[in-house]
Every structure is written in structure tokens, then in C-alpha cells.
């Protein structure tokens, strides 16, 4: 099995809840979807450096910076990326 690194494709899951961000990759997985977790915002908008998804599963309520400034932040500078709210 091929792992996220190694794949054209994946979708980022980014929550602040580990049990979230288990149970959305498990569900991704036994889809045949590659995903790849993120515990923050700024995590995951850091990630964009290297390797961009082809699409955002995004909470919304997280400590620091909050969903609705990261859907701002990809809205500006990364627009045809869909995020799933």
C-alpha cells in the first residue's frame, strides 16, 4: 500500500480533535481515499509549501487560528480549492 507521500492525490483533514481526525482519515481510507491529518490551521497552511490537496475538510471552531481565517486565507490565495466545511 502506497502511503500519502507517494500518492498524486489526497485530502487534507484539518481539525483540532484527534478523535475527529481519526475517524474522518478512517472513513477517507475505506473510501480508497488517500487523506492526510492536520491538528491546525496553521499546520496545514504550512503544508501548502510542498504539496497541495485536492481538497480541504475544514472544522471550523479551533483554538488559535479558527476555520473561518483559514477558508479566508485559501480564498485569497489558493481559490480552486474545494473546502468542505
Known amino acids: 500500500?502506497?502511503?500519502v507521500s507517494e500518492q498524486t492525490t489526497?485530502?487534507?483533514i484539518?481539525?483540532?480533535e484527534e478523535s475527529i481526525r481519526r475517524?474522518?482519515?478512517r472513513l477517507m481510507r475505506s473510501a480508497g481515499l488517500?487523506?492526510?491529518c492536520f491538528s491546525s490551521g496553521a499546520e496545514f497552511l504550512?503544508?501548502?509549501a510542498t504539496?497541495?490537496?485536492r481538497c480541504v475538510v475544514l472544522d471550523l471552531h479551533m483554538p488559535g487560528m479558527s476555520g473561518f481565517e483559514v477558508q479566508a486565507l485559501l480564498a485569497h490565495s489558493w481559490p480552486?480549492?474545494?473546502v468542505i466545511v
Open 1 to 3: 500500500m502506497r502511503t
Open 10 to 12: 489526497f485530502i487534507a
Open 14 to 16: 484539518v481539525d483540532d
Open 23 to 25: 475517524a474522518l482519515l
Open 34 to 36: 488517500a487523506a492526510q
Open 46 to 48: 504550512n503544508s501548502l
Open 51 to 53: 504539496r497541495e490537496p
Open 80 to 82: 480552486h480549492l474545494p
